[in-house]
């Protein structure tokens, strides 16, 4: 019996078909593009939706890692010789077991491993070449799926010790493997460049009929009801508003330091406002916001205030400043810092709190924390926040709320205790679903 003998039920590719795969997911892209809120589709940039859709929905093909086989197992095993082992059909013989040697190879790889479970199309496997090992076994390659290890398995048996005809089954099974690897390849590439016209054309088709709704309702001679409880400053105003920077001199015991910049206390407590009354407009939209990170929410922001607030110099008063912070420059000089972050807890907390204070570092500045809470018990947060600050070692004193979700305080310059850091926490709760 000089046969290597491979595990019966070992093949890949014999699951789902992959058509009816990627069918699916397209119907379900579709579908969540007509989920999307009318105003996250008119104000989100088309780009930005495209990258999200080619993330979720644009499979990619498992690459192997040949360089990186190694054998993961070896032993013995028990063989029945009077048994046909590459025939399904088994005549009845008296078993005769003798003790015989099994080696395993693995083959780590990079990418999806649901993928291997999945058949290409019969016109695609029909154009292979027939091989020997092909017609004795099945169509499908053979070789076992580990997902814990993203690796595949290859398990051979032989009762002799021929190391050269193990070696020769295992790569003509691996090049089997990377043979429907290829038509896989083939059928996701045009199933990617179609899904990806399909989500601009459909994503457009919705933003151009959102905007003949708009058109079509403004054209009747009736007024548009707005809700009782809209605050002014939601609207952008016609004029918009300069912040007035005003001069005050750095105490250094010396009048040669020409006056630094700040921004009034009032300014600085309309700015707060505004950006408190963003919440409204998050909770009235909670689909808009659902999916969007840090960045995304802080380019909403930066829009919003920007429209609202004009510069001196420049038409933008407010400007990035790194990945999560907003703030306003005068003469290289932060004025007024913003950072936009996740709620993760106390710690967190703490943390950027120290990484505002580092940024601080003149008389009088002006910072703000936007926490974008996820939790769904928004009073635990909020009873974190007052021990997590006065703990802080440059916490100097507590001021008034500004409501039940915006919190005031004042801090120690790090590096001069004479200076003072006016700090403001506020809270958005944003939708789960």
Known sequence: MGITIREINNYLFDGEDLGECLARAKETMLTEINKYDSDYILTTDINKILEHFKSRYNPSVPVLEDDNIYISDSGEQDVDVNRDYESYIQVVKTPQIIKGTYVEFAVPFKGISALFRLKPSHSAIRQMKPTEHRKR????????????????????TRIDHNKESIEKDFHQDLDEVKEYLKLLSGEISR???????????KFEERKQKLLADQRMIQSFNYPIRKYDDAQKT??????????????????????????EPSI?????????KTISNMALVIERNPKAFRNLD???????????????????????TFNFGGKTDILIRVEDRNIFIAECKFWSGPAGLTETINQLLGYASWRDNKTAIIFFNRNKNLSSVIDKIPDAVTSHSNFKRKLNNLDETTFRFVFHQMD??????????LIFHMPID
Not at 191 to 201: P, V, W
Not at 264 to 272: A, P, V
């Open 294 to 316: 840090e960045e995304d929410i802080r380019t909403f922001i930066l829009m919003f205030l920007n429209g609202y607030y004009k510069g001196n110099a420049t038409g933008e």
């Open 416 to 425: 001069d205790k004479d200076r003072e850091i006016y700090l403001t926490i």
């Open 137 to 156: 076994f099945t169509c499908q390659p053979y070789g076992a799926l580990n997902t814990r290890n993203n690796e595949l398995l290859f398990k051979y």
């Open 191 to 201: 199933y990617n460049n179609e899904i990806n016209a399909l989500a601009c054309e």
């Open 234 to 259: 939601y609207s952008i105003p016609i004029q918009r508003k300069t912040i007035a920077v005003e001069r005050q001199r750095a105490r250094t015991g010396s009048e040669s330091h020409p006056p």
């Open 264 to 272: 009034k206390l009032d300014d600085y407590d309309e700015i707060i």
